[in-house]
């Protein structure tokens, strides 16, 4: 056989050594996989306004990978949890994000609290191919635009509260509307909401309102909504802002029908604002997990939660643990070969994921829907604690 010219020789080398080279990237394990572990995160409110939220939704995402790890894990893989504290400012909720994707490798973010943190900290994510897994914001930006990277279970406050606030306009034959919310997107969103669904029965909101994230005083705000002879109050608050609003309402004497979104439906709101707080409506998409409920499964549920961690559950604490939940079930459809992509097409073909313990809508996640259910209820605080008094709807 003749001798390939000098050349071609150098060329075939060449690409010989290219390919060699290319080899182990190519065969690169997938960001946060490893043989034995699979490392995620979550992005909570620790140390700000809302860390109560922050801190049951922490223990909701460890309780189910506890028990996933125990059991031998996902494929052979057991599951790590990273949390990071976002203080419920998107400042520090970017940070985060550029530490956990960056320096951590996460192979995604899960439960991430807060409409303006995600807002802000998903571009850091989308560039490094990381998704977001259900944050715990009703904002329309956790599903629209639909990105591949985009998974949401939580009903958007615009679509709960058009829904729900035209709904109980009508049944309580209200005449004039006011709202007070946090000048920011998850105040406005829930405004938004409100203002769809009175446009749909032919009804304007009247006058608005709005505080500063951290507020303590409503007094003038509260003032302003009973002088506009308003009987019917919507609030874009969540936790404290919301017993501060009610609050300074009795106190004056003026008690409209007072509604809000699912931000503020929490066990702190009558804990924390006493007597007071009975008859607040907020949406809900989750039975409240209280510790002596006749729902044996879901009480066993809240004792075993209580046990580990010394604290009664709230919804976000359910709410986490059905995210992990829905985390583990995908990644066992994913199979041993768990890649992002893999993952994305285990979540687009899972098929609906039923009802659960705590009441959560089914779910359905395909390639052109990334929100699972848009369905959601109502609940009131009856004698101190949540009622539902609606049907998902």
């Known amino acids: 056989m003749p001798a390939l010219p000098r050349r ?7 690409a010989a050594g290219l390919a060699v080279l290319a080899g182990p990237a190519l065969a690169q394990a997938t960001q946060g996989v490893s043989k034995t572990e699979i490392v995620i995160a979550t992005i909570q409110d620790l140390s700000g306004p809302v860390a109560a939220y922050g801190k049951a939704a922490r223990n909701g995402l460890q309780l ?5 790890n125990e059991q031998g894990g996902i494929h052979g893989r057991k599951i790590k949890l990273l949390v990071e504290d976002n203080a419920y400012d998107p400042k520090r909720a970017v940070l985060a994000t ?3 994707v960056n320096q951590d490798k996460v192979f995604l973010i899960a439960s991430h609290i807060g409409t303006p943190m995600n807002n802000a900290s998903m571009p850091v994510m989308f560039e490094k191919n990381v998704i977001n897994f259900m944050p715990l914001s009703a904002g329309r930006e956790m599903f629209e635009p639909v990105h591949k990277l985009k998974f949401a279970s939580v009903a958007s406050y615009h679509d709960t ?3 729900n606030v035209a709904k109980l306009y009508k049944e309580k034959a209200a005449k004039n509307a006011c ?11 829930v405004v938004k909401g409100a203002e769809a669904g009175l446009k749909d029965i032919g009804v304007a909101m009247g006058e608005k309102t709005t505080y500063k994230r951290g507020a303590t005083d409503f007094s003038s705000q509260i003032a302003r909504l009973k002088a506009s002879n308003c009987d019917f109050l919507v609030l874009g608050t969540i936790v404290r802002e919301t017993i501060g609003a009610i609050g300074e309402a009795r106190k004056i004497g003026w008690s409209p029908t007072i509604v809000g979104s699912q931000a503020s439906y929490t ?3 009558h804990k924390l604002g006493g007597k007071a707080m009975d008859g607040y409506y907020a949406v809900s ?3 409240f997990p209280y510790t002596d409920l006749d729902n044996q499964p879901l009480r066993f ?6 046990t580990k961690f010394g604290d009664d559950p709230s919804t976000y604490s359910t709410g986490g643990y059905s995210t992990m939940d829905i985390f583990i079930k995908a990644a066992l459809k994913a199979g041993p070969n768990l890649t992002t992509d893999s993952f994305i097409k285990a979540m687009e073909t899972m098929g609906e994921v039923p009802t659960d313990i705590f009441g959560t809508p089914p779910l359905t996640f395909t390639a052109t829907k990334r929100l699972g259910s848009n369905l959601s209820r109502l609940s009131q605080i009856q004698d101190g604690r949540w009622k539902v008094v609606t049907d998902l709807r």
């Open 301 to 306: 549920w809240a004792n075993k939660y209580k």
């Open 267 to 269: 066990d702190l709101i």
């Open 98 to 100: 550029q530490k956990l």
């Open 8 to 14: 071609l020789t150098l060329t075939a080398c060449m």
């Open 179 to 189: 709202t007070l919310y946090q000048d920011d997107d998850y105040g406005l969103e």
């Open 64 to 68: 189910r990978v506890d028990e996933i």
């Open 161 to 163: 509260m058009r829904m």
């Open 285 to 287: 998409t989750q039975h």
